[in-house]
């Protein structure tokens, strides 16, 4: 390995990249905006507010009642639907995919309720739905806690049983912070990948590996070369992404000597996967599609976008073979819960696993009839 | 130079790609100084041989030594002293040309004179244009000047005019002569014969994986192009009959011309003499020459064995 060597390389690579505006606009940017989207959808679940047609049939005291209950919290908004059109017909001409009836007699059956041969039957407010629809079953528990809640209140009885949260946690953390961890780990696996794939099979392409070949550059200096530049890309890239984290939601992570550790691993693990993927992908358009065939399966199931508890049984255990996951894993020890033994046994893996990829890239791959 | 030794010496070489014999038992040697071109139909296996030399490729067999040096061992040596413009050479695109010499320059570690070195290719005024928008003329003289960069004893130049325009051609045959007269051992891998003709000191025409003829352009167009032929240009049908009582073989061209193969510039004064004789007058006369095109047609062309037959020089 040659400084000298490795310094010209890098410095043909960042004038490239620089000289590339689109490109480096998205490779910084796209963590940026997955970020902003998935943070604004599910950090603020308590200001969830939905729309909720109402027909009121009954029009009376008691059902005004039901409404200002409905109302009261900050869930729904009520909206009138007419009186006397038929309820699924409106459903289905305006698409919505729930709709509350208030049956006509509903004051009469409230009034039977308490009185008379059908004392004790509970009164049937029907609603209209589309079970299809993904956003509808939250309004529904929504719905269901309104009407525990009035009944609670018609019965005069207190709950008999009732939950207490108790976190394992100093502090609550919210999804965006388990969110951001998992961003920064694609980011950076995306980078490594997907450049050194891209950039060997256009060098491969063009012919210039062929003219490297016959120059003093060996395998070791363009791999040195080929980490150097993805760690200077991976550290303005998390910089950027913790930056937005911080100023938009206000995150709170723990950003200690264990996040650049675990960047150069995480670097180093990934650009010898692309060191080994490189016989698959000759050309530019193998490339990206080998990329992708690695990306895309990693991402998912690596707990990058949720927890991997959330998977069945035998996802998580694939997961666990995932470079990924230990990455994610490292992160969120070091970041979240602040663990120095999860991260370190994390990090071990992640180490170990870069390990093998090097010692079997340089037996496997030759500089020169490769090209 | 380390000393008089030639500057290369292939030996034997074969280069296989599972069952096809891409180079096949070949050998020969280029000395110092000299402009060596290696003359070869597309296929012919110029490339694979050159980018051998190059330690770009490891032989399957046979060995290659470069100022004294075997390829296979010392490949790290070697690359400091050559040269290479491979075929199809490309940099990085969006890297200015004086960008690209420094970097081939930092990465040999040698203090190139950048300057000197455009100026030699004609690329002083295009020293802040970027690969990709430079002509292929321009980006095969870059590719000339990088190769010059380490100021190697042996330049390799695979195919430097393929593909180039005859102005951009030209442009780069007068960069090549500058090479020759500054004494630089060249090392040329073509298939048009008139750069061979132009260029060359010595030829080595390459046939499927083998070497057919190799000798100087004169030599081998004396050799192997023996005949010169005569074309009498709208003659009467007449002088047909009057040429084979000679002795010769005529051959009448669709046109109305006719068309003779002969031995010697007295053969061709014969023939015309006698058919002034016979009050025949040709609407025009036109004695070809041999040249490298024929040699290189005839060489090249044919039956595999015949290429074989001839290898055995």
């Known amino acids: ?371 | 130079m380390t000393d008089s030794g030639p500057a290369i010496v292939v030996d034997k070489l074969c280069k296989r790609y599972g069952g096809f014999r891409a180079v096949d038992d070949i050998s020969f040697s280029v000395a110092p100084g000299e402009v060596f071109a290696f003359l070869g139909p597309n296929g012919a296996g110029k490339s694979t041989t050159a980018e051998v030399i190059e330690t770009i490729r490891v032989p399957t067999s046979g060995t290659v030594t470069v100022l004294g040096m075997d390829v296979r061992k010392r490949k790290a040596q070697v690359v400091r002293r050559i040269g290479v413009l491979p075929q199809n050479f490309s940099s990085f695109d969006r890297i200015t040309v004086r960008e690209s010499l420094q970097f081939y320059a930092r990465v040999f570690g040698c203090k190139a004179d950048i300057d000197a070195l455009m100026d030699l290719t004609n690329l002083r005024d295009k020293s802040a244009a970027r690969f990709n928008t430079l002509s292929g003329g321009l980006k095969q003289r870059l590719g000339i000047a990088i190769a010059l960069v380490n100021d190697p004893e042996i330049v390799f130049l695979d195919e430097p005019t393929t593909g180039l325009d005859p102005h951009a051609r030209h442009q780069v045959w007068d960069v090549l002569k500058g090479l020759k007269s500054r004494g630089k051992t060249v090392f040329l891998t073509t298939h048009y014969m008139e750069e061979a003709e132009l260029l060359a000191d010595t030829v080595a025409i390459i046939s499927r994986g083998r070497i057919v003829a190799i000798d100087s352009p004169a030599k081998l167009t004396e050799d192997h192009a023996d005949q010169m032929r005569l074309t009498l240009k709208s003659i009467d049908a007449a002088a047909e009959r009057v040429i084979r009582n000679m002795g010769f073989a005529p051959v009448p061209l669709d046109d109305g011309d006719l068309c003779v193969t002969v031995k010697t510039p007295d053969d061709v004064r014969r023939i015309l003499n006698e058919i002034g004789k016979s009050g025949l007058a040709p609407g025009g006369v036109d004695v070809r020459k041999p040249n490298l095109e024929e040699v290189f047609l005839k060489l090249t062309t044919g039956p595999p064995s015949v290429g074989a037959e001839e290898r055995d020089r």
């Not at chain 1, 060997?200 to 550059?217: V, W, Y």
């Not at chain 1, 723990?254 to 550790?261: D, E, K």
């Not at chain 1, 996951?325 to 999860?342: G, P, S």
């Not at chain 1, 992640?350 to 030759?366: D, E, N, S, Y």
């Open chain 1, 1 to 371: 390995m040659t400084p000298r060597i490795i310094v010209a390389n890098l410095g043909v690579r960042l004038k490239s990249f620089y000289r590339e505006r689109s490109a480096m606009f998205f490779t910084f940017a796209f963590p940026v905006i997955l970020v902003l989207v998935f943070g604004t959808i599910f950090t603020k679940p308590e200001h969830l507010n939905f729309d909720l047609p109402v027909q009121d049939n009954s029009g009376s005291a008691a059902s005004a009642r039901l409404l200002e209950a409905l109302a009261a919290g900050d869930a729904f908004t009520l909206v009138t639907v007419p009186v006397g059109v038929d309820a699924t017909q409106y459903a289905k001409d305006h698409k919505l995919n729930l709709l509350l009836v208030i049956p006509k007699d509903f004051e009469a059956l409230q009034r039977q309720r308490l009185v008379g041969p059908h004392r004790g039957e509970p009164v049937p407010v029907t609603y209209v739905h589309d079970p299809s629809s993904t956003a509808v079953e939250t309004k529904i528990q929504l719905l269901d806690a309104v009407v525990a809640a009035a009944n609670q209140k018609a019965t005069g009885s207190p709950p008999s049983l009732t939950l207490v949260a108790e976190s394992i946690l100093s502090k609550r953390y919210r999804f965006i912070e388990f969110f951001v961890p998992g961003i920064i780990a694609m980011a950076i696996m995306t980078s490594c990948l997907s450049n050194a794939l891209n950039m060997n099979a256009e060098l491969r392409q063009k012919g210039i590996l062929r003219k490297l070949a016959t120059t003093p550059i060996t395998r070791a200096d363009w791999l040195a070369s080929s980490i150097v530049y993805q760690l200077i890309l991976s550290v303005i890239s998390t910089v950027a992404i913790l930056l937005v984290s911080y100023f938009v939601f206000d995150v709170r992570l723990h950003i200690g000597f264990w996040l650049p550790l675990i960047i150069v691993v995480e670097v180093i693990a990934f650009v010898g996967i692309g060191m080994l993927l490189t016989p698959f992908a000759k050309e530019a358009e193998s490339a990206s599609a080998v990329a992708n065939a690695f990306l895309f399966p990693m991402m998912f199931l690596s707990g990058t976008f949720f927890p991997v508890e959330m998977m069945p049984a035998f996802l998580q255990a694939f997961a666990k073979l995932l470079p990924l996951y230990y990455v994610n894993e490292a992160l969120r020890a070091a970041m979240i819960f602040v663990d120095d033994a999860a991260t370190l046994q994390a990090v071990a893996v992640i180490a170990a696993f870069a390990a093998v990829v090097f010692v079997a890239g340089t037996f496997k791959t030759r500089w020169d009839e490769s090209t």
